[in-house]
Every structure is written in C-alpha cells, then in structure tokens.
C-alpha cells in the first residue's frame, strides 16, 4: 500500500503568513492527490484534487504542486478562518491513504 | 443541495454488532461511488471502504476487511455499513462521503461529507 507523510506536524503561524506544507508518497502517484481541510467537530473539506486542481468555491489563496513523490499546500496568505489541519491524500489506488495531517494554529 | 446524513452510532460492547446508515439527497445516487472514512477521538482520517456504482464492486481497508460489510441500497438513496466483531480500536466518528469521480473531475475525490456518527466500543 502506498504510505503518505506529511511535514511539518504541527505548524505555528499568524494572519498574513505564506504557509506551505509538504507531503510525500511512499511511490510514484503522477498528480493522483488531493488536500483535505478539516476544523474541530466538522467533515472534512475538499480543496485540491489533481495535486493543482481547486475544487470549486476554494479561495485562490490555496494553491497546490507537485507530482510524482513530493507534493506541496501553499496558503499565500494566511486568513483566520484557515486555521485547521490539513490532510493529504492519494487517490492512485483504491485504497485511499492518507496522510497523518498538519495543524496550522495561531502563533 | 446535496446532504449526507450517517445514522446508527451509539455505544456497543466489544463483539458486538452495528448497522450505520447514510441517507443521500440532493444528487443522482445511483450514479456515484460511496466511501465511508473514520477518524478516531484526537487521530487522523482513515479510509475505511468503498462501494462502486450498482454495488458491484467494495473495496476495505485491511483493518476492517472480513469484519464491515459495505452495501447499498439505490432505491432508498441509503448506504449501509454493517460492523461486526467490534474491537475498540474502532472507536471513532464515523463519516459518510461522496465519491465525486466524473462531477466535474476524473479523479476519486471526496468531494461532499456527511457530519459523521460516533461509534464507541467499551464495556
């Protein structure tokens, strides 16, 4: 099965930062990954698919790159309402891993 | 507007059994892959299996696999996950979610969630 990491854990910043993170796929998956964000008590929310595809009604804040192994979320300028944890996924397979997540909190 | 909505969580003891349900609206059900997805008290998301269209293919997770049984119901919009055999590492909140393949992309996203059902394994 393919294994997904995620860099940082946990990730401290403030409004207006440029925030990136990183994940990694344990294998090739071409562009198959999307990014997920979740806020305490809620579903989780689609926001990139096709490692650079915004879902529909995402802010052009988010952008997201990479292909292959190694895949970046970038929020270009951190707003209040982005702080939550991400997650990352692979959608080569029908196993549907995904990465352990990253906590973006206030600093 | 499309809605997912999971019922039948609750509290079971450890070998025991539960039914969730996911009642869909809003979207040509029959015409969608379905997931269901769990996240553990303060973890991570886990993918825990999928059921195409027709129901003629399901797909688990090796941690659930002989234990869930994924099916659908297409003339009541409903997915079921039957849990047997309930340890307490399936304690979580359980979610319910569309596959979006074909809605606008060729990819297996999830692209709408229910609120989730919270399933507690203890004695």
């Known amino acids: 099965d393919i294994q997904l990491t995620q860099s940082p854990s946990f990730l401290s910043a403030s409004v207006g930062d440029r925030v990136t993170i990183t994940c990694r796929a344990s294998q090739g998956i071409s562009n198959y990954l999307a990014w997920y964000q979740q806020k305490p008590g809620k579903a989780p929310k689609l926001l990139i698919y096709a490692a650079s595809t915004l879902q529909s009604g995402v802010p052009s804040r988010f952008s997201g790159s990479g292909s292959g192994t190694e895949f970046t979320l970038t929020i270009s300028s951190l707003q209040p309402e982005d702080f939550a944890t991400y997650y990352c996924q692979q959608l080569n397979s029908y196993i549907f891993t995904f990465g352990p997540g990253t906590k973006v909190d206030i600093k | ?123």
Do not use: H
Not at chain 2, 5 to 28: D, I, K, M, N
Not at chain 2, 34 to 55: C, D, Y
Not at chain 2, 77 to 100: F, K, W
């Open chain 2, 1 to 123: 507007e499309v809605q997912l909505v999971e019922s039948g969580g609750g509290l079971v003891q450890p070998g025991g059994s539960l039914r969730l349900s996911c009642a869909a609206s809003g979207f040509t059900f029959s015409s969608y892959d379905m997931i269901w997805v769990r996240q553990a008290p303060g973890k991570g998301l886990e993918w825990v299996s999928s059921v195409s269209v027709s129901g003629g293919r399901t797909f688990y997770a090796d941690s659930v696999k002989g234990r869930f049984t994924l099916s659908r119901d297409d003339s009541r919009n409903t997915l079921y996950l039957q849990m047997n055999s309930l340890r307490a590492e399936d304690t979580a909140v359980y979610y319910c979610a569309r596959d979006g393949y074909g809605s606008g992309s060729y990819y297996n996203v999830f692209d709408y969630w229910g609120q989730g059902t919270l399933v507690t394994v203890s004695s």
